[in-house]
């Protein structure tokens, strides 16, 4: 098995198809497949084991993707977002090797030993650079070499490398995409970078699919919705601070629907369920995917389907309302387990660790080896599942919060904050509590329409909504209003930093 | 005879046909057109197929056998029809799964 065994069957089907970029003078599917030849080629004459991007989307990142896989050399991208001296240290750990930048990427990585870097102009210009392309299908078909390697976001703690085999990818795509499934009207938007395991994947689905991939490097939500309407885009996957920005723009714009997007999918992190109920609104004919996964899982375990949405949005049952907040279930050839701390298989409704299982699921990394046990892979996600199989994500189990012995999901507590109609956005965490170990602090961004309230109006009615709806224990010690909560660049909250910035809430001897 | 596993390849010897193994374990006699399959790379196109197992294999399309045991993945679209102890194999059915990233 080979990446590149998913590309030759596009250009061998739909060679003529535009798989990147306009429709007028993209670059067809055979186009792709002579590129990533002329990549392998050049790849294959440099000192390099790996093939490390820094790189903001553009077509550079599929030539490379899929001329890495040629070359039998892993596919690294890096967030090219960090800082210089972070930078360099993940780049090291990828020597020997040989990286596609940008300009300002070539002077960044210039200290780092053993790393040949290429301009993309440059790769873009003459991927062989010299070097006779390849065109046999020579590519490795071992299923155990390593495809990708990918940082895991250290939101806490060192980044490790996820490794994803040819195997895992290739599993995912057999497993979830049909060949040439999509019709030659489609097109897909990708704002992920491509330093997220969606920004791996969405290459990979499209190219299977024979989806056009239109690439969006740098977000914004009035641009996003210019470009799906300028390059006839039909479907688009979003994480969901970009969901909540382009419904915001979309209101602004007077609430005009978008009606040419056929799928929007949406990921990589807890979406508010006010976002999402304005977006079917705003979308009125649109399939909604919700897909869950993680970077050791080679993107998607688990989607709530467009029909879960409509559902949701239309029916009276709380069960089916409720199911709008969760993953939906997991894919074919997919298996999920709730375990609690000792390992035991729990039941439906009752909380506890997610476990996945399956040919698609990694859980390997380059420093830490394989942490499969069984083949089940700890994701250290906290949830449960429904009576119908839906799951149910309460967040990492890291930010649980831990309160007088009793664990307490800050995910919980942020969907009630979110039902107050003043309140736009909301997080909840711990912080250290003398008498409990931990209290419960709110943070919360009023939405645009609240004028600002009195002084403790707001903390009193917040914490009667809690007291109303959940355990008294529950109830925060704190509220405290902000503008905006602090996002990953790809849309995770960062929990961690909350903690640093209102840890003087909590008692400091403890 | 070839050996199914996952990720095992094979071609024809009388079209352009080739599959990967996607489920599948043990030992069968596994034809392309009526005439054995090899190990990808391995052979030469020489013959036809014959006239009764000459319906095609489509690039991209799964092939299964009735017991479900094992699945192959048209690589290589060819003219011979694909079959397993004699036995033609069925096109699986789509996935109905929306696109998600």
């Known amino acids: ?510 | 005879m070839v050996e199914l596993k996952p990720g095992a390849r094979f071609q024809s010897t009388v079209c352009t046909t080739q599959v990967i193994v996607v489920k599948g374990d043990g030992e069968a006699e596994l034809t392309c057109g009526g005439t054995a399959m090899v190990a990808a790379g391995t052979g030469e196109i020489t013959g036809e197929p014959a006239p009764d197992a000459a319906e095609g294999t489509l690039l991209g399309k799964r092939y299964r056998n009735p017991e479900d045991t094992v699945e192959l993945l048209a690589t290589k679209g060819g003219s011979g029809s694909i079959a397993i102890d004699g036995a033609a194999l069925g096109v699986a059915e789509a996935k109905t799964l929306p696109a998600s990233d």
Not at chain 1, 51 to 80: H, K, Q, R, T
Not at chain 1, 175 to 186: I, L, R
Not at chain 1, 470 to 477: D, E, G, H, I, Q
């Open chain 1, 1 to 510: 098995m080979n990446l590149m065994m998913l590309l030759e069957m596009a250009a061998e089907g739909l060679g003529d198809r535009v798989a990147v970029g306009p429709l007028e003078n993209g670059m067809t599917y055979r186009q792709l497949y002579e590129q990533a030849g002329m990549a392998a080629a050049q790849f294959r004459e440099t000192d390099g084991d790996t093939v490390v991007l820094c790189d903001e989307s553009s077509p550079a990142v599929p030539i490379s993707l899929f001329g890495a896989a040629w070359a039998g050399m892993p596919y690294a991208p890096l967030n090219y977002r960090l800082p210089d001296d972070d930078l360099s240290s993940l780049a090291q750990r990828n020597t020997p090797g040989v990286a596609i930048t940008d300009a300002a990427g070539a002077v960044r990585l210039s200290g780092v030993e053993r790393l040949q870097t290429l301009t993309r102009q440059q790769f873009l210009e003459d991927p062989a650079n010299g070097a006779s392309p390849c065109t046999a299908p020579d590519w490795s078909m071992d299923p155990d070499d390593i495809a990708v390697l990918l940082f895991t976001s250290g939101t806490t703690g060192a980044p490790k490398s996820a490794v994803l085999r040819h195997k895992h990818l290739v599993s995912y795509i057999l497993g979830s995409v049909e060949f040439m499934g999509a019709g030659a009207d489609e097109a897909t938007i990708v704002s992920v970078p491509p330093y997220h395991v969606a920004g791996v994947s969405a290459m990979l689905s499209a190219v299977y699919a024979g989806r056009r991939i239109v690439l969006f490097p740098k977000f914004d939500p009035d641009d996003w919705i210019d470009a799906v309407e300028r390059e006839d885009v039909t479907h688009a996957m979003v994480v969901p601070t970009m969901l909540a920005r382009i419904v915001e723009a979309l209101d602004a714009r007077g609430g005009e629907p978008l009606l040419g997007v056929r799928t929007l999918s949406y990921g990589g992190g807890r979406m508010p369920l006010p976002v999402i109920a304005r977006a079917l609104e705003l979308f009125p004919i649109t399939s909604f995917v919700n897909a869950y996964g993680l970077t050791e899982t080679s993107s998607t375990i688990a989607l709530l389907g467009p029909d879960d949405h409509r559902l949701a949005q239309y029916s009276d049952d709380p069960s089916e309302q409720r199911r709008l907040g969760s993953v939906g279930r997991a894919l074919p050839g997919v298996e999920l387990s709730i375990r609690d701390d000792a390992g035991t298989e729990l039941g439906a409704g009752e909380p506890g660790e997610i476990f996945v299982r399956g040919e698609q699921v990694s859980g390997e990394y380059l420093e830490a080896g394989s942490l499969l046990v069984d083949g089940w892979f700890p994701t250290r996600d906290g949830g449960f599942t429904d009576e119908a199989g839906y799951l149910f994500v309460q967040g990492r189990n890291d930010d649980v919060i831990i309160r007088g012995a009793e664990n307490m999901s800050p995910g919980e507590i942020e969907d009630v904050l979110l039902t107050h109609p003043g309140v736009s956005d909301a997080a909840a965490i711990g912080v250290p509590d003398r008498q409990w170990g931990e209290k419960v602090v709110a943070v919360i961004v009023l939405s645009g329409q609240t004028t600002q309230p009195p002084d403790g109006v707001v903390q009193s009615e917040i914490q009667e909504l809690v007291r109303q709806r959940l355990r008294s224990s529950r109830v925060p010690a704190h509220v405290v209003l902000v503008d905006e909560l602090p996002y990953s660049d790809t849309g995770k909250l960062l929990r961690r930093e909350l903690r640093e910035q209102h840890g003087h809430l909590g008692d400091s001897d403890c």
